[in-house]
């Protein structure tokens, strides 16, 4: 399935019909405009998010197709308030979206699980260093240096 095929099939007929003409007796929705839009919001999810859209995923989906009537709202000239309502959705989810499907956990830990024991906490193996992680550089700085001891 193509994203235009997928947003009619979420969307109303009479509203795509209104959205993507601009006869008001058209009887189908402008295949044209709509690609134009599906192609337009596709093209904003990658920028924003720096991943490829993909249409099996649910929540790119969700994102797109909010995304092209946004645009196709855009296209249209629409009351701006709930034109910018909706474009400000797909931004937001969009940028949400980059936040946590592009945050990897990088670690140069040497901490190793012990065997697990009903009934007591886990000991770990503490050979090294403890770094903690800068969320906002992605940085690690050495907290405390451990000994076989500790």
Known sequence: MTLATEVESRYGTNFLIQLTNDDGTATTSDATRLAAAASDAQGHFRRLTGLAPDITQDWHLHLLCEGVVAYLERYKARDSSIMNSRMKNFVDGCIELRKTATFTWQTTSVLTPSPET????????RKGKLRHMNMDENTYSVEKTLTEDE
């Open 118 to 125: 009903s009934g007591v906490k886990p000991d770990m193996d």
